[in-house]
């Protein structure tokens, strides 16, 4: 489990700090633990399904957020 939760700690510097370019990747790193989680939904049954389906919601929540976090900060062209 602690194995899982490792890489959430790599860009928790940059998150707190407000890094544009933290919350840009991110936002991809954060896609690893959606297809995870669809793929548990998928293929487990009872309140294993139930925690994937959270995974699925919290990384489908952040993922939008650090989307709109690096559009409202980038710089006017």
Known sequence: MALKALPLALPLGGILKGRRYTYQWASLLILAYLAEG??????????????????IVLSLVFFAAAVSFARLTRRAA
């Open 38 to 55: 669809v793929t548990r939904a998928w293929s487990e049954s009872g309140a294993a399904r139930g925690l994937a389906g959270l995974e």
